[in-house]
C-alpha cells in the first residue's frame, strides 16, 4: 500500500543481503527505483491478523514490515509466498546485528 497516496499497487522487490537492503520498483525490469529499506531501519515484520491494511486486496495474505519511520502493508500471492517472504525479511533484518559491534 502506497505511503502518501493509500491505493494498492503492485511492486517488484529485491533483496541484497550484502547491501544489507530491499528495494522495490513500480516494474519487474527493475527500470524505475520507488524506495529502499534498510535492514537496521526494520523493528518488526508480522501478520496483520487486526486486518489494519485498509481495502487489502486478500486480507488474509497481507503482512506488515515496521521501521522506524513507516508502516509497509504488503500482499504475498499466496500462503507460501507470505511465510517466505516474512522469513527472508526477518532474517536479512536480524543477520544485519551480527555486523554490529
Known amino acids: 500500500m502506497g505511503g502518501k497516496i493509500k491505493s494498492w499497487k ?3 522487490f529485491v533483496f541484497d543481503r550484502l547491501k544489507r ?3 522495490y520498483y513500480i516494474d519487474k ?3 524505475k527505483l520507488k524506495g529502499l529499506i534498510y535492514f537496521q531501519a526494520i523493528e518488526e515484520v508480522y501478520y ?3 486486518r489494519s491494511a ?3 486486496p486478500n486480507p488474509s495474505l497481507t503482512f506488515c514490515v515496521k521501521t ?3 508502516l509497509y502493508f504488503m500482499v504475498a500471492p499466496s ?3 507470505m511465510r517466505i517472504w516474512m522469513d527472508v525479511i526477518v532474517t536479512g533484518a536480524e ?3 551480527q555486523f554490529m559491534s
Open 10 to 12: 503492485k511492486r517488484w
Open 21 to 23: 537492503n530491499f528495494c
Open 29 to 31: 525490469h527493475e527500470t
Open 48 to 50: 496483520d491478523h487486526l
Open 54 to 56: 485498509a481495502k487489502s
Open 68 to 70: 522506524h519511520d513507516r
Open 79 to 81: 500462503p507460501e509466498a
Open 95 to 97: 543477520g544485519y546485528t
